[in-house]
């Protein structure tokens, strides 16, 4: 049998896809300010889909399913019938170009960053606690059981829109440290009734959100689920969560490769077609977007939301007191580059469980993709960061082992765009600052001719 290669097809529920890269979740400021997208979101998501550029499918930016967070504003949301239109073009813009399109499905709850006004639905949780890093309540608030329910609610309700567009697939997010993650990790669900306490019940919200989706967008809908195979707690450092909880390791740690495993196989039996495998507890971690500590980008994002709260404007503060130096070798710890990050990860689920495997984190280079494929690691990769520096990084990998000008990892686009317009900040990688400036804002221009 011939091993797997970048360019070949694959076939998922049915679904053909003409290459094995799929383009991970990525997105910016593209939707008015209701969270309706706009016709710079169509273009954007088309300009990935062409055919010479050879994805087998998109993955949307993390589209929010509770209209009441703003995560972050000017984000693609689903929440009301009023954006279907909108984004049903973006959908039939990406297939016409023979590209299939899967929209992720998420609620950031206690993560949520920014907010016109401090709202307290912005601090929605499994349970109370303070973070340091994410979010930018003072403390989260415990769900009530009526709160749960509305929240499996808008997951399905979201997932009928999704089937409604007409998009591909549907995925749902169990990483980032978004609500569904808070429930699954121990650090931060420590309830005592039937959300948490155990391995079992801190399942639970997931397991009704899936059953929900599932019931909502029928058996033939492409549907999957991002789930971060170790949560590495302990990172980004020095991040400061209270209370701390016992044992120590669901504290430093989170969940561990041999809990998450459990969930992959909990949730192949509920009927989910394919995992997607990352890493890490928060948006932006050092293990799901491996790199180097993105400093500025993180200062600038923190000065953006100093007014929200008491714990925002100390978070802004400090960062902008610690000389950058200081703050990439103490901050800075974990924050490394590693090639296919999370295939190993990819690698044991796949191993255990008979559906499709994503793998995501650290591709760029055609080897280290055709090593991940052709090992076993995984069926498929997801890349973000270098398709955002090169949306023809295919084109190049036809020919070369890497693009010309690659991906820096700096992790820029990842904590920049939450507050300016979408595109590449490395300026290494352009002749200037005026370059980098004209990609910036010409990214989301009507690629069509």
């Not at 591909?168 to 420590?190: C, W």
């Not at 005592?192 to 809908?221: H, I, M, P």
């Amino acid at each position: 049998m011939a091993t797997p290669g970048i360019f070949d097809a694959f076939e998922i529920k049915g679904m053909a896809l003409r290459s094995r890269v799929l383009r991970s979740s990525l997105g910016g400021r593209l939707a008015y300010y209701d969270g309706t997208p706009t016709p710079a979101w169509r273009n954007f998501e088309r300009r990935f889909a062409r055919a010479e550029n050879r994805l087998g499918a998109i993955i949307s930016a993390t589209i929010g399913v509770d209209d009441r967070r703003l995560s972050p504003l000017e984000y693609p949301k689903i929440g009301n019938s009023y954006s279907l239109e909108p984004l049903a073009a973006g959908v039939r813009a990406v297939q016409a170009e023979g590209c299939r399109y899967i929209v992720q499905l998420g609620d950031p709850g206690g993560h949520t960053h920014t907010s016109l006004f401090p709202e307290e639905a912005d601090g929605k949780s499994a349970s109370a606690w303070t973070d340091l890093y994410y979010g930018y309540r003072n403390r989260t608030t415990p769900m009530t059981l009526a709160e749960i329910a509305a929240e499996v609610q808008a997951f399905r309700d979201a997932a009928a829109r999704v089937r409604e567009a007409k998009a591909d697939g549907v995925e749902v997010t169990a990483s980032k440290g978004y609500i569904l993650h808070q429930f699954l990790n121990p650090a931060t669900n420590r309830r005592r009734d039937a959300y948490g306490g155990s391995v079992e019940k801190r399942f639970r919200l997931l397991k009704e959100v899936v059953t929900a989706v599932r019931a909502a967008v029928g058996n033939d809908l492409l549907f999957g689920v991002r789930l971060s195979a170790e949560d590495f707690n302990w990172l980004p450092f020095p991040n400061l969560r209270w209370p701390p909880v016992w044992p120590p390791g669901d504290y430093f740690r989170g969940n561990t490769l041999a809990t998450t495993l459990r969930y992959g196989e909990w949730l192949t039996d509920l009927g989910v077609d394919y995992l997607h495998i990352d890493a890490g507890f928060g948006f932006v971690n050092p293990k799901g977007s491996p790199g180097p500590y993105p400093f500025e980008g993180l200062r600038l994002f923190s000065n953006s939301a100093r007014h929200l709260s008491g714990k925002a404007w100390w978070r802004a503060f400090l960062l902008n007191g610690v000389p950058k130096g200081f703050a990439q070798v103490l901050l800075g710890t974990g924050w490394r580059f590693a090639p296919a990050a999370n295939a190993e990860f990819a690698r044991a689920f796949k191993r255990r469980l008979n559906i499709p495997i994503i793998a995501n984190g650290g591709f760029q280079n055609r080897d280290v993709i055709e090593g991940a494929l052709q090992s076993g690691a995984c069926d498929l990769v997801a890349i973000g960061r270098p398709l955002l520096a090169n949306p023809d990084l295919l084109r190049h990998l036809a020919v070369y082992n890497e693009p010309p000008n690659p991906c820096t990892w700096c992790s820029q686009c990842c904590t920049r765009t939450a507050v300016l317009p979408l595109g590449c900040y490395d300026v290494t990688r352009f002749k200037d600052q005026a370059e980098m400036q004209q990609q910036i804002l010409h990214w989301s221009a009507d690629s069509s001719s």
